[in-house]
């Protein structure tokens, strides 16, 4: 028998085969059969990818094990290897050129997608048809698909396609006779050209089999990190165990409760010793204060009148500085302290003491924080002008054991005068000639919103690292969120000075999130936390639930629509952030209908990266689902995400305690454990149980009666400690 197989091979290899039969591949109790022409694949007589374009085979060996082959006129070539439960295709190519490798085949009835936490999406659904074909075609698997790699379940079985090579990919929907369809396709271009694709293909049997599956790839492959071992670098972030996420909005020195003599105030700005700030309120403040005549302004006008005077102190207060200069940030620290300085001359007499100033990072609101029990809470500003303004408040934070930290971005450089205001996006303009990205056209890349570049984080790291240690050395800071570096949003850079691939793009994000935990030794989060730049990040925003709906118009722009986000004013209290809304249906099923939901990330990573809501949309946002948020959070087990003002602190603290409570207690226990399984306790999908490595079981009823003991809208938490505790929501 071994002389004729081997007659076979030598057959093979002197005559190429314009078509070849399917080889057939197995170690262990999995058959693989894969037609070498096409790349159709069978597992068991499964079919699970549709045969792609014949190509002409050449040069076709295989074991029982292995099998590889040429396409020689794609100058292609292809090794399957079959080991245990999985088949790896790793595919190289002598040229540049697309591959169309991916066709889902049309008897699947589940399709699971890493989008947002994971979802699981039943393929003759309409709305998912909908959503999938409409918004979500033209996926990129390393930034649109929070891990990469997607499921195809039937007869109780999961088949995973987990892509090794997780950049210079796309996954297009189209429908075709009410039918989803779904492909994948890989660019092989000079950036990538040297290395090959690889894709592994995973046979399980439970709903989690392909993300548990691509955990231990990660693990394998010296990709992942626990916590336990960022906390060893960092050790700060021991308070992120059990702690909520709170932003406190507004980085002006002034709340408009800081005032204790409105009348008295109004009647200094419209005398003399007040002529300096009174110059610098706009004419349409001016006038509103004329007209109340000494007199107590309405609630919305004290909004906009605090922030005139805020914007007046500020200005009397010349920064003397330009983002072209090393001592930029400095002066940024050095002119609040002036404004404070300024107020208390001025305006001291109408203000409560100074110690008590601020809209959002505030005494007060620490105070209050504290006091209500909450000990372990991870504070975050919008931008760093907030601590330059309120350094007691930071002080104070700090000293409650909690975490407090800036927003920070290197993602995008404008110029000087575009937006002044935009912060991070404030960098010297030689680097932000020089780092900006090209397209494959020549063309430098537009930034966020279309206002200036994006920029390569290879070549910002140099700038960005000494921003980031003097940000944090300035403001005091014991904790950093770094905005867009963990979303894996990557692409191709042409710049001739430094052409760069997606996949370095991506290394460099991680590089510099490495540089600050390993030096700075403080907790650093980021959005999203998408896997191929999550290594170095404890916490991310944008997983839980994702920013979705961008485009739509009744979210975004439609102010009469009862799906409007809302304004981005006031600055210490933006309606977008604040003001609740509802979802609409086609996103309240796709999003949050919880019988689609499915925990992938948090199989790879609960022990390593703590993940919780995009900050547009904190616990509070949405009305219609506030329950079923809440139940999802604490069968995934992660934490709460509120936005916060001094003015919303007594409406908005009973819903942070309570949601801390629950959070807390569990979290403390289950920190450092996998979520190892999942699986619906009833026929409907309703109610849901998620298991973790230590035994503990999360139980959720989302449904509107009790199930087994577990009335309805309540989470049962069955512990390894012996403690068995209901978490009822309202």
Known sequence: MKIFLGTLIFIATLFPLSSASAVLLQQGEVLFNVDPATLKISIDEVVVNNPQQAQKVSELRNSPTQANWRWPDRRIQITATANGNDLRLTISSARPQTLNWF??????????????????????????MAYLTSELSGLDTNFDLKLPFWGLEKYGKTYSWLLLSPFSNQVSFTKASNQLMMKSSHEFNQFNQQHSFDVLLHAGITPLSGAIRYREYLQQSGQFSSLNDKIATAPEGKKLIGATHIYLWGNTLLAQEDVKNWPGLIGFLQS???????????????????QLQRREPEGWQKHSLTEAINRALVALVPLGSTPDKPSFLVAQQQQAVKVQQLAQQLLGNFLVPAEEWGPGLSETVINSLHQAGLSRLWLGTDNWTAAFMHPQAVKLAKRAGYLVASYDSYDTGIPQGLNDSWLTAQLPGEITEKCAIVRADGTKKPGFGGQGYYLNPGCVLPFSQIRMRELTRLAGLNSLFLDVDGTGMVSDDYQPAHPTSAAQMAADRNARMAWFSNTLKLPLGSEDGNAVTARHIMFAHGMETWGFGWSDKDMRHNKKSPYYLGAWWPSAQPAAFFTPATVKPRYRSVVFDPRYRLPLYQAVFHDSVITTHHWTFDNLKFSDVKTTRALLSQLYNTPPLFNLSRSTLKARLPDIIKADDSFRVLHQVLWDKALTGFRWLDRDGWVQQTTFSDGSMLTANFGDRAFNGIAAQTLRANLADGRNLDFRQE
Do not use: Y
Not at 107 to 121: A, D, N, T, V
């Open 272 to 290: 003399e010793a007040g002529a300096g700030l009174w110059q610098n309120i706009v004419p349409e403040d001016q006038k509103t204060m004329q």
């Open 103 to 128: 066709s889902m085949p049309s008897h699947f009835s589940m399709l699971q997608l890493p989008i947002g936490e994971g979802s699981r999406i039943p393929l003759d659904n309409a709305e998912w």
